[in-house]
């Protein structure tokens, strides 16, 4: 089965297809090593400080494993599906039989853990049972449930594994049951399901999981969850023209994310066309000039058109991360180069300066201006950054190239080596550079 991340195979209106990550190796250089970095260090480590943090226990305690109450943040429970996306993903790069078995273990855990309805989340347990779905706003269920959803398509994807999709598909369709069509009418604060429910759809072929994703976007701006903007709730998505200051700026640009991979299903260009002027407003208007976004502190939020402090600026990892994955997104749909060109920057430089060269330290925060103070950190009370840049270093592979009929995409400069399907046949491709310490670039192909 092919390892890949965004499966736009069958999407109608992708201009570009996907190149498995297993169809792509990587040579000597920037992003070699840092694969190698995420399977010997950052994954290993990610996992123990869960355990130490008790993020897994907490799947324990909802098993009836162990006793005691909920440990951290009640979203927290995400850090430990994104982990799963991303060691997914790795050992479909190069499997490593420690990585897998860890995997494998956490898994059994998340999965003892459903209730019969098919309903999970660690924190709404025993005492809490009673109070599921009645904060959207605040709670971030379908968020958490979201990052289930992908950490669930990657596992089988990279490993042939459908444990966890089994998991994933009973969540989405409780989910569907509570709030489909002519159900109740609600949505999450966190954007984030959006995206999952299109690509749980991509796998499974169940059309009512591309419907639900659909009707979330529809429900923005209705002000079922308050209608302000940092939830992006202050006006219909098809009718925004900016993305507002004060919007949380990775709920908004996961917004986007869902968006575009709805429009690569069902062509509703209402979306693309917003989707078009949300990313000029960003790229034009408020992103920095290394790939990231948000300028503000307060509510980790985008600001007003140009207002890019350096020493102020907030420009979180998980915002540069899901800029890269918008940006990929946009390519896919349209094959045009200045979402690669985006995509390529915050990739490279807002997303990657959230992690140490030795895998194992991490920003939060990325200011442009520092006064000697700003370090990176182990872990963090609120972790969802390091396991979300330690996912998209697992995309890489699968980001360098994409393929139409007839062409081949050179999305990003890797030394690397591509063995590509066409109509025609297959193709190799080798890239050989030393980018980005040099603009040299050598491409070679063999029919």
Known sequence: MPAIVIDTSGSPYARLKPVPIENVKLGDGFWASRLDTLLNVTIPTQYQLMEETERIDNFRRAA???????SGLYFNDSDVYKWVEAASFALAYRRDPRVEELTDKVVAEISAAQDEDGYLNTYFTFERR???????????????????FQAAVARRRALGKGDLLAV???????VYEVFGPGRREGVDGHPEVEMALVELYREV???????????LIERRGKGL?????YHLDHKPFREMGEIPPGAHAVRAIYLCCGAADVYMETGDRGLMEALERLWSDLVERKMYVTGGVGSRYESEA???????????????????VANAMWNWRMLLATGEARFADVMELALCNGALAGISLSGDLYFYVNPLADRGK??????????????????????????????????????LYAASRAWVELDSGRVQLIQRTRYPWDGLVEIEVRP
């Open 225 to 229: 969850i308050g209608g302000s903007p």
């Open 168 to 174: 994933a598909a009973r969540f989405a369709d409780h």
């Open 374 to 411: 700003h370090r990176r950190q182990r872990w963090f009370e609120c972790a969802c950054c390091p396991p979300n840049i330690a996912r998209l270093i697992a995309y890489v592979p699968g980001m360098v190239y994409a393929r139409r009929p007839g062409t081949v995409y050179v999305n």
């Open 130 to 148: 009673g109070e599921r779905w009645s904060n959207l706003r605040d709670m971030h269920e379908m968020y958490c449930a979201g990052h289930l």
């Open 302 to 320: 985008v600001g007003e058109a140009y207002e890019l402090p350096n020493e102020r600026a907030y420009a979180e990892t998980c915002a540069a």
């Open 64 to 70: 009836g494993k162990v006793k005691g109450p909920f």
């Open 205 to 215: 072929g169940k059309r009512e999981y591309l419907e639900l994703a659909q009707l």
